[in-house]
């Protein structure tokens, strides 16, 4: 089979789906959780289509997978009214709560959510169009970073349990929460970016208004009874709607304590800007990132290529971590070029449901359009697509196009293509790469390519004060989870990793006191009689 019939035969017909990743039937959620109870609903609704397209005799039609409600700014201010009575000015149930029991409830809540394994992978697929494989991995990922986080919540209460004596003061430092904490998650990772957040916040004792992410929404669906079950009243309240008619007014409120988005700059710096007392409000963003893959003369090119592939192609590139710009030196271009299109070549498109499919169709409806300006933006500026097919479309899906040479005129120089767009930009000397990291308004990652050690030197000490993490020979990544994950400029604010994110969303506070002998008994006599969850000596394995 040649390519063109490969690409008009991407999509089959309902029959050809095999049983097991088949959708038996529609989900139309006619319920949302707030304040402890899961709300009837019989109001507007969004209809969620599929990036997978069915063949049928009027031609190729996106799936619908079922529907979920368009509530108002009305339910929106009710949940965050839940939120704040929970929180109670910090003297609600849970942020009073042990950390020993507070660990119980997400332990509870753990087991409750790997019953729903099957049911949330298979809607992943069919949301996001994220094959299974990688569906499976993302569930399994965002489990073990669950218990990665209660591990770690029980290393800092042990650290915290003692106390510190200094010019004759006592004191007992620990973590306390922040307050009420709105969460919205990515599309691309929406089970376990979303959950890198809201895991951490809620263990701190916070309570939740989460906003699943618009490509993406439904898979949280079957989680909704385990987050009403393990929790106490009002601590997790899920809001649905259109962003632009319910965020503002929860904003404008200055109820909500801490913002944490993973999406774009430009949303993140209007909501802060909505907030009535800035001060009070800390954010942990996940934002934008043009990440780049610097290629010397000294590389070792294959090496350059496999990385290059993974690096730019998982997911369909549409990671916040892919690298989304190559500069390859120039006496290396044309075999990279080469090489790399060779690799691209061998990558099996389809379904998600595919074994060892790499290549799947993309969730946003104008992402394909997007993308076809960006090379026809670049043709018109000088590139041209070097590999064979690179940018075809057949309506969700993109074959990779490799784009070269490319400059600064271009889209491509500066946008987040977030897609199967290779950018490949050739440079003569390295100052270039590092003032094109210089002059970027992102800084999350960049990854160097080179076994001269001289050379790698040269580039990490000025590269690392404009990115936050610098790749030696291997792609830009977020893992390993016990690693900070943060950006410069307009990438990140605030740090997530397993440690740092419990840290993100709770602050230092100490009880302290004289050194003398009525304190020390009284101190003795508060942790003796377990009179207080804060002040305590109890040590957690």
């Known amino acids: 089979?040649?390519?063109?019939?490969?690409?008009?035969?991407?999509?089959?017909?309902?029959?050809?789906?095999?049983?097991?990743?088949?959708?038996?039937?529609?989900?139309?959620?006619?319920?949302?959780?707030?304040?402890?109870?899961?709300?009837?609903?019989?109001?507007?609704?969004?209809?969620?289509?599929?990036?997978?397209?069915?063949?049928?005799?009027?031609?190729?039609?996106?799936?619908?997978?079922?529907?979920?409600?368009?509530?108002?700014?009305?339910e929106a201010m009710e949940a965050l009214d839940a939120a704040v009575a929970a929180y109670d000015n910090g003297r609600g149930e849970w942020p009073t709560m042990s950390v020993a029991d507070r660990i119980t409830h997400v332990e509870k809540f753990t087991g409750r959510i790997i019953e729903k394994k099957q049911e949330v992978v298979k809607l992943l697929m069919w949301e996001i169009g994220k094959s299974y494989a990688d569906s499976v991995k993302e569930f399994d990922r965002t489990v073990e970073y669950i218990h990665a986080t209660i591990d770690a919540l029980k290393d800092l209460?042990?650290?915290?349990?003692?106390?510190?004596?200094?010019?004759?003061?006592?004191?007992?430092?620990?973590?306390?929460?922040?307050?009420?904490?709105?969460?919205?998650?990515?599309?691309?990772?929406?089970?376990?970016?979303?959950?890198?957040?809201?895991?951490?916040?809620?263990?701190?004792?916070?309570?939740?208004?989460?906003?699943?992410?618009?490509?993406?929404?439904?898979?949280?669906?079957?989680?909704?009874?385990?987050?009403?079950?393990?929790?106490?009243?009002?601590?997790?309240?899920?809001?649905?709607?259109?962003?632009?008619?319910?965020?503002?007014?929860?904003?404008?409120?200055?109820?909500?304590?801490?913002?944490?988005?993973?999406?774009?700059?430009?949303?993140?710096?209007?909501?802060?800007?909505?907030?009535?007392?800035?001060?009070?409000?800390?954010?942990?963003?996940?934002?934008?990132?043009?990440?780049?893959a610097i290629i010397t003369a000294h590389a070792d090119l294959e090496l350059a290529v496999q990385e290059t592939v993974l690096g730019s192609l998982s997911f369909n590139g549409q990671r916040c971590t892919a690298l989304k710009i190559i500069f390859i030196h120039r006496s290396l271009a044309d075999e990279f070029l080469k090489l790399l299109s060779a690799a691209v070549a061998k990558l099996k498109f389809g379904m998600p449901w595919v074994e060892g499919v790499s290549l799947t169709p993309l969730p946003e409806p104008h992402k394909p359009a997007y993308l076809k300006e960006c090379i026809e933006d670049a043709i018109a500026h000088g590139a041209s697509v070097i590999n064979k097919h690179g940018g075809a479309t057949n309506e969700s899906f993109v074959y990779p196009a490799i784009v070269y040479p490319v400059n600064k005129n271009m889209k491509l120089y500066t946008e987040e293509q977030f897609g199967p767009v290779i950018p490949i930009v050739p440079f003569d000397d390295l100052e270039e790469t590092i003032e094109y990291l210089i002059e970027s308004t992102h800084g999350?990652?960049?990854?160097?390519?080179?076994?001269?050690?001289?050379?790698?030197?040269?580039?990490i000490d000025p590269l690392?004060?404009?990115?936050?993490?610098?790749?030696?020979?291997?792609?830009?990544?977020?893992?390993?989870?016990?690693?900070?994950?943060?950006?410069?400029?307009?990438?990140?604010?605030?740090?997530?990793?397993?440690?740092?994110?419990?840290?993100?969303?709770?602050?230092?506070?100490?009880?302290a006191t004289k050194l003398n002998d009525a304190n020390k008994l009284l101190i003795n006599e508060i942790i003796d009689g377990n009179d207080s969850n804060f002040l305590s000596t109890k040590y957690l394995f």
């Open 1 to 74: 089979m040649n390519f063109q019939d490969q690409l008009n035969s991407i999509f089959v017909e309902e029959h050809e789906i095999p049983e097991v990743f088949r959708l038996q039937q529609e989900l139309h959620q006619r319920a949302y959780l707030s304040n402890g109870a899961m709300h009837p609903w019989d109001g507007e609704v969004h209809t969620v289509v599929s990036p997978v397209c069915i063949k049928t005799p009027e031609g190729l039609q996106r799936k619908v997978i079922g529907t979920y409600p368009l509530c108002s700014e009305k």
């Open 157 to 292: 209460d042990r650290q915290s349990s003692r106390f510190t004596i200094e010019q004759g003061i006592v004191a007992q430092v620990r973590r306390s929460p922040l307050g009420v904490v709105l969460c919205m998650g990515p599309f691309n990772y929406p089970l376990n970016e979303t959950f890198t957040t809201l895991i951490p916040a809620l263990i701190m004792g916070n309570t939740l208004l989460f906003k699943p992410p618009k490509h993406g929404t439904l898979l949280h669906y079957p989680l909704l009874e385990a987050f009403r079950d393990s929790f106490p009243k009002g601590v997790v309240n899920t809001i649905y709607g259109r962003g632009n008619v319910i965020i503002p007014g929860l904003m404008k409120s200055g109820k909500i304590n801490v913002l944490t988005l993973i999406g774009s700059s430009k949303v993140a710096n209007e909501l802060k800007k909505l907030h009535p007392k800035v001060n009070r409000l800390r954010a942990i963003l996940g934002l934008d990132a043009k990440n780049a």
């Open 444 to 459: 999350q990652q960049v990854s160097i390519f080179s076994n001269d050690h001289v050379e790698v030197a040269a580039l």
């Open 464 to 511: 690392i004060n404009q990115v936050s993490r610098v790749n030696i020979n291997c792609q830009c990544q977020r893992g390993p989870d016990a690693f900070p994950f943060t950006g410069r400029k307009d990438s990140a604010e605030g740090t997530l990793s397993v440690v740092d994110a419990l840290r993100s969303f709770s602050i230092r506070s100490l009880v």
